[in-house]
């Protein structure tokens, strides 16, 4: 027996701003990824509920919600990540308190497993989100929806059921009557590419897929992936619930206002990325010994440089002179114009980790 929770931040860009100013709670509030291309460039990133009764959605065009919203007082407000990360820090670290073992999987969602701290029980695991989701609100002012389920599928799917500020119980025993009539889209795992090759065989809802013939689904997906399917529609899939790795990597992407090779045009870009990236590596107390940039063109091919230095910095006087130098080796590889620019940090060495240096140099420096 498992009882595994889901936790899902409510709008959680938009509430934040919310709480950071109160005045706009009530108005629609949108949150967005400007391109710096125009006033109206970019994209929507979330939008609070009442934003969301006038058809805005994330991913909208900036301009298309405008219009949207024409007629209303609406805040338009530039995403702030660095806030929205620290804040999720802290409500994270709330939620690990109440789990055996505890996975994020993004700035606004995670998982506990809760089967040993519960006792088996599905009334105290209730009891003990419930709980949770006070602290949470108590100490941040943010709430947040939780679906409790038998595995990872059914809590994330119970996360949204009852949306904002739910919880969500359903029992093994609940599935078919509560999930089961659910689109086959809202199951973990199912994309919209999935999701096209199964209406294809008739596969319409999550009980569709639950009742399916599993040899016929293993002639189309391969044995695993079918197996997963079926498993996680029927509440039986064993999924793990366990801590994400860290960051593989660090990255920081910025647009254009024109697209151009000029190298001296870039360089206040790439200055820019230089002192974002150095700033998130500080912050996060990791040092990087890779560097790489990446240049999306006008016809969105990509064309990238990297390289591995002799010991690792966050310094951002050494990224800006690395970045810089594989910028004017990069710029003769471009056959379009630059549109975008990416810089990464790479390799990464985390200080809270009790790592020798001289893992990290090489063999002529060590």
Do not use: H
């Not at 701003?17 to 706009?24: D, M, R, T, W």
């Amino acid at each position: 027996m498992r009882i595994i929770a889901c936790i899902d931040l409510d709008y959680f860009y938009a509430q934040c701003e919310e709480i950071l100013n109160p005045s706009i709670k009530d108005k629609p509030v949108i949150v967005c990824i400007y391109s710096g291309r125009g006033e109206e460039g970019g994209a929507v990133a979330t939008a609070n509920y009442i934003a969301r009764k006038y058809g805005v959605k994330s991913g909208m065009a900036i301009s298309r919600a405008k219009k949207l919203l024409e007629k209303v007082e609406a805040f338009f407000i530039p995403a702030r990540i660095e806030i929205y990360e620290k804040i999720s820090s802290r409500i994270m670290t709330i939620v690990q308190k109440y789990g055996d073992s505890f996975e994020q999987v993004s700035i606004d969602e995670a998982f506990l497993d809760i089967t040993k701290i519960s006792n088996e029980s599905y009334e105290n695991g209730f009891e003990l989100m419930k709980k949770m989701k006070e602290e949470i609100y108590n100490k941040e002012g943010l709430t947040c929806s939780v679906g409790i389920g038998p595995s990872k599928a059914i809590a994330k799917i119970a996360s949204g059921i009852n949306k904002p500020n739910g919880l969500t119980l359903v029992k093994p025993e609940d599935i078919p009557k509560v999930i089961w009539p659910l689109p086959v889209n809202e199951l973990l795992g199912v994309g919209s590419k999935t999701e096209n090759i199964m209406k294809k065989l008739g596969i319409k809802t999550i009980g569709d897929l639950a009742n399916y013939d599993p040899l016929k689904l293993i002639s189309v997906f391969g044995k695993k992936i079918a197996t997963y399917f079926i498993l996680a529609s029927q509440g039986k899939d064993v999924e793990p619930v366990k801590p994400a790795e860290q960051n593989k990597q660090y990255s920081r992407m910025i647009t254009l206002k024109e697209s151009t090779l000029n190298y001296k045009e870039i360089l206040p870009y790439l200055d820019t990325l230089a002192k974002e990236l150095s700033s998130e590596l500080k912050y996060n107390k990791v040092l990087a010994k890779g560097i790489g940039i990446i240049a999306i063109l006008d016809d969105f091919s990509t064309v990238s440089k990297s390289t591995i230095l002799n010991s690792p910095t966050d310094s951002y006087e050494e990224i800006k002179e690395i970045s810089e130098k594989l910028l004017r080796e990069l710029i003769p590889k471009c056959n379009k114009l630059i549109r975008r620019l990416s810089l990464r940090a790479y390799n990464l060495m985390y200080m809270n980790k009790s790592l020798s240096l001289l893992e990290y140099l090489t063999p002529s420096q060590s």
